[in-house]
């Protein structure tokens, strides 16, 4: 699918690239909890960190994409919603229309190699950014039950999806 001269084994982008691999292929081999992928006999255990942000970027992998073709999948998935999220707070920041596209490009490029960081930062800056966009809304209608929930739900998804997401999300929410 991706070329017959690709290699087999995934590039490495970051340098902790196969280590992230690693537990997305793990949760797609049925061991959801992701245990140590490096101990056959602790692969069935529960692991000690985050453990989302890997369902979440292995869902192509449990559809039966090859690897390769998953990491091509959720670079450009994970890039096109968080420049959407960008859209919308820099809308709500009331940047002129006309320089929103602008400023979607410049953050992009500057987040490029974080983003390009498969499961952890692919799924974290899109989280925080959605978080974001709660806080907004919370902020601005702070009597509706759906800002006061929504902004919960992504605060406690923090939690599981980047444990400094949390301590981020926590202390920017004043309840910390």
Known sequence: MAGFSYPSIPVEIMDDSLYYF????????????????????????????FFVADWVWSIPLVLGVPVQVAIIINQILYFLITGYLLHIILSRLRVQPKYVPVGVGFILLFVYWFLARPVAMQVVFPLFLLWLVSLFYFICYPLEK???????????????????????????????
Do not use: C, K, M, P
């Open 22 to 49: 690693g537990r997305a292929v793990e949760v797609s081999q049925g061991h959801v909890f992701i245990g140590n992928q490096y101990n056959v006999e602790h692969r069935d255990d529960i692991t000690v960190a």
């Open 146 to 176: 759906r800002a006061q929930v929504g902004l919960a739900l992504v605060s406690a998804l923090s939690l599981y999806v980047y444990t400094y997401l949390t301590q981020i999300t926590v202390v920017s929410s004043g309840i910390g």
